[in-house]
């Protein structure tokens, strides 16, 4: 969510429901104080409107006046997705968010912000290979970057090989929790991404330790280790990763991608003094 900019077109795989609503919650607000226009695309089943405000307001009063000035647009998908012929036609649906998006321009707004439950392609009886091929053909809607969106996928709903194949097409995934990390293997080493603090210690641990504990009868290594979408790490967090790589054998080298707060915490625990650890900072915009 921390590294979600404008432009960008993402999705979310789920099972928790409070998690999810904190995630949508975060990210409304963030449109909302952006000076963006937020369309929420709910499912006819979901929570009321009503609801819906209340939980993303938490007593502020904040996203209740968006919705009463139209900053903040609820909707349900058999309103907003057009079959008017009784069959999905992408092209048209690409259509509709266009009106959308200049609709939020003509109002004043500097974006649109879309989320929408991707439900109703299972009302419409899309196949796993369609839904994959029309969220692979609306990419144009978001060149110039006034629109961003995350279509969220109920994982209880779909099936794993859409679920995949969905978080595969879009070019970012929005983890399922604020307070999650993502741990993917690469061939030339690993990815993690998140925020490593307490609530996720011991899965971040764990993927460390299974990617750099080595008999040392094996000798030296070299281990590719992303963390450019690591958005927070804990000094113990940072010391795992420390002591790992120091305790490889000589000649072995750990280097690790990531952005400027994570280069601050390690720099500031030492890890130049170690050997087999080596930095490459990227800058973000």
Known sequence: MDRLQRGDHSCTAFTDDEAHWQVLTA???TGLAEGEKV?????PHDLSDDEVVARMDCGTGRVEAAWDSGQLVLTRSPSFF?????????QRQAKTFEKEIERAREEGWSGLRNAGDMGWVLEQGL??????DYESSVESLFADGRFTAICWYD???????LVA??????PLRVLERLDAIDVVRTTKGGRIAGAAELPTREKFTEALRAALERPESRGPFHFEL?????TFMEAHCAWQLINLAGSLPEG???TVSCGPLVELVLRGLGVDTVSQLELKVEEFE
């Open 127 to 132: 196949s796993d290979d369609e839904v994959v």
């Open 155 to 161: 994982q209880r709903r779909f099936s794993d090989y």
């Open 27 to 29: 990210y409304t607000r």
């Open 226 to 230: 992303d963390l450019t979408d690591l």
């Open 82 to 90: 057009d079959f008017p012929d009784g069959r999905f036609d992408k």
């Open 39 to 43: 369309l929420i695309i709910l499912d």
């Open 252 to 254: 072995s080298k750990v």
């Open 165 to 170: 194949a969905a978080c595969e097409v879009h």
